[in-house]
C-alpha cells in the first residue's frame, strides 16, 4: 500500500531530522564549550527545523518539488480512491478534505479535553485533575480549538469551494498549497506531546513572565504555533491571488458569490496580521534563551507581548468569523432561493471589517495597566465594528424577508449562525465599553462570549457548509432526519450550555480556574450537564457522516438547486473541476429572475462544426 508507507516513511524521516537537528545543535555547543551540548532548549528547535523539513521531502514535496532544485525531473504520482488523502497532493479538492478532517478529527479531541474540565468543574473543590493539570487542559482544549477555528473553514471549505466557484481548475498555487496542508499535522502533534513535558501552564495566550519561566512545553507550544502561522500566511497569499487571477471569464467583482468574498477579506487579515503572533512566539523563544523583550528582569516589558499579541489576536477573530458569515450568507440566499439583499453593502461590511480589524486591539487590554487615555480610542473603535457588522445581520435578515425559506439542515445551522451571533454581539458590547469590562474581565462571562461568537458563528458554519458539501464532496447522500436531529440537539445543548456561563461571570467567577466558592455549585453543576449534553450531539453527526460517505444513497450533482458554479459539475466533480470552462453571464443569487443565467459552458468545437452546418457564412 504506497499511502501507507509513504506515510511511516514520512514520520520515520521526520523522527531521524528531529534527532538529526538536536544533534547538531549540540555538537555546536559541544564545540563552543558550552558543559551541557545537549541540555538547552535550543536543541528543540534545532531538531523541530529539521524535522519539519524532512517530514515534508518524506510525505512527497521531494519528488513533486525539491527535485527540481537541483535540476532532477519531478514526478507525480497518481494514486487511487483514499490513498490521495494520505500523499502530498495538490489537487485543492483533495487538500480541502485532508483539511476538513483533519481539524474534525482535533475538533473531537480538542472537545473531549472540554468534557474533562466540565467534569472537575460540575462541583467545588479539586476532584481528580490538580490545579497544574487543569491549567494544562485548559491550555490544550484553548489552543487546539482556536486551530480549528482559524483553520477547518478557511483550509476546508475554503480550498474545496473557492476554486470551484469561481470556474477555476485549481488554486494558483498548488504545490504551495499541498506544503500548506502538510505543515499542519506537525502542528497538531507538536501541541498535542506539550503535556509529556508538562502541559501549556499559560493557556493559549501564553502571556509573559510566566511563559518565560514556566517548564519546555513552551517551546513546542511556540514553534508548532509559528509553523502553524507559516500556513496561514502562505495559505491566505494563494487565496488573495486566486481570487484575482482565476476567476472565470464574466465573474466580475460585483458577480463574485459572498462566500468568495468573504475568503478574500479574510485572507487578507490573515496575510496581514498573523505575524504578529509569530513575531511574538519567536521573542518569547529568545527571551527562554537569556534575550530581555519582554523579560522585566533585563529591562524588557511584559506589557509588550500583550500589545502585538492582540496586535494579531483581535483581528483573529474576524479570521474566525468572516468565512463564517460568508457561509451563513451564502446559505441563506440559496435557501431562501432569493436574490442575496444588500449585496453591495455585504461587501462593503467585508472590507469595513477588514480595515477596522486592526485598530481594536487594546480592548483585551483595559485592565493591564496601559494608560488610562487609550481607554477612549479603543472603546470607540471597537464600538464602531458593530456597524459593518450590522450590515450583515441586515443582509441576512432582507433575504429571508419573504422568502420560500427551505429549512434543509445546511439552512437550520446557517440560520443559527444569525441567531447565536447576535448574542456574542450582544454581550461583546458590555465588554467593549470600559466600565462594564473592568468588572467582567477574566470572568464566565468572557467564556461565554467568545464561545458564542466562534462556536456560534463560526463552527456553527463549518457544518452548515459541511451538510452543504458532503453530497458535492463525497457523491453520496447523508440522511436528513439524522443531521436534523444533530441541528436541534446541538443548538439547544450549545444555548443552555454557554447561556448558563453568563450567570457565575456577573458573579464574579474567574476563568481559567479548576476551582470555585460552593455558593456556585448549582449553576456549575448546571452547566457541566449541558456541556455533556451538546458533547454528545457530535455522534449523531461522526455516525451520519461516517455511515453514508461509505453506505449513503449516490446524489445528485445538485441537490439544493442551487446557481453557483460548484454545482454545475459533477458530485464529485473531476480532476479539473469543469470538463469545459464556464463563462459567467449573471449574478450568482438571481433566482426567479426570468431568463437570468449565472453560467453557461460553451463547448468551443461544437461552434466551429455548428457554423458551416447552419448553411454556411451569416
Ligand atoms: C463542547 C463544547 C465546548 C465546551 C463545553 C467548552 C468549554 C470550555 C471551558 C470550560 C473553558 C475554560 C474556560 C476558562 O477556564 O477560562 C474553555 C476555554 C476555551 N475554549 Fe472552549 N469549550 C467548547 C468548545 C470550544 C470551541 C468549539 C472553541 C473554538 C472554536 C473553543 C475555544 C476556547 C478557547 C479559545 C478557550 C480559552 C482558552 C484560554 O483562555 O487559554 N471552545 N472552553
Ligand atoms: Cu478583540
Known sequence: MYAVKSVFGALGLGLIGFYLGLGIVAFLRWLFGYSDPWGGEINIIGGWVLGLFMWLMGIGMWGQWGREWFGLKTYTRQLPGWQ?????????????IQYLVTFMVVFFLAGALAMLMRLE????????????????????????????????????????????????????????????????????????????????????????PLAIYTNSAQVLFSLSIITFGLTSILGALNFIVTIIYMRAPGLTWGRLPIFVWSMFATSWIALLYTQGFAAALFLVLLDRLGFSFFNTAGGGDPLLYQHVFWFYSHPAVYIMVLPGFG???????????????????????????????????????????????????????????????????????????????????????????????????????????????????????????????????????????????????????????????HFWWMFIGFNATFFLMHLPGIKGMNRR?????????????AISLAGFFLGASFLVFIWNMVYSWVRGPVAEANPWQARTLEWQTSSPPPHENFPVPPVVSGGPYDYGVPGSKHATFPVPSAGFAGAPAGGGGQ
Open 84 to 96: 490521495r488523502y494520505f500523499t502530498f497532493n495538490t489537487d485543492h479538492k483533495v487538500i480541502g
Open 121 to 208: 468543574l460540575a462541583q467545588s473543590g479539586n476532584q481528580f485533575l490538580s490545579n497544574a493539570q487543569y491549567n494544562g487542559t485548559m491550555g490544550l482544549h484553548g489552543i487546539l480549538m482556536v486551530a480549528v477555528a482559524v483553520a477547518a473553514v478557511i483550509g476546508g471549505i475554503g480550498n474545496y469551494a473557492v476554486p470551484l466557484m469561481i470556474g477555476a481548475q485549481d488554486m494558483a498555487f498548488p504545490r504551495l498549497n499541498a506544503l500548506t496542508f502538510w505543515l499542519v499535522p506537525p502542528v497538531a502533534v507538536g501541541l498535542l506531546a506539550t503535556p509529556f513535558l508538562g502541559g501549556i501552564e499559560h493557556g493559549w495566550t501564553a502571556y509573559p
Open 327 to 485: 457561509l451563513a450568507l451564502e446559505l441563506i440566499a440559496h435557501f431562501s432561493r432569493k436574490p442575496l439583499f444588500a449585496y453591495r453593502y455585504a461587501v462593503a461590511a467585508f472590507l469595513g471589517i477588514l480595515g477596522l480589524s486592526g485598530v481594536v486591539w487594546a480592548h483585551h487590554m483595559f485592565t493591564s495597566g496601559m494608560p488610562n487615555y487609550l481607554h477612549g480610542p479603543f472603546l470607540v473603535a471597537t464600538e464602531l465594528i458593530s456597524i459593518p457588522t450590522g450590515l450583515i445581520f441586515l443582509s441576512a435578515l432582507g433575504t429571508i424577508w419573504l422568502g420560500r425559506l427551505w429549512l434543509k439542515p445546511p439552512m437550520l445551522f446557517a440560520l443559527a449562525v444569525i441567531f447565536n451571533f447576535a448574542c456574542g454581539g450582544v454581550t461583546g458590547i458590555f465588554l467593549a465599553d470600559v466600565p462594564t469590562d473592568i468588572h467582567l474581565q477574566d470572568t464566565y462571562f468572557v467564556v461565554a462570549h467568545f464561545h458564542y461568537t466562534i462556536v456560534g458563528g463560526e463552527i456553527f458554519a463549518l457544518f452548515a457548509a459541511i451538510y452543504y458539501y458532503f453530497p458535492k464532496m463525497t457523491g453520496r447522500m447523508y440522511s436528513e432526519r439524522l443531521a436534523k436531529l
Open 513 to 525: 480556574i479548576a476551582d470555585f466558592p460552593s455558593e456556585l455549585d448549582p449553576v456549575n453543576l
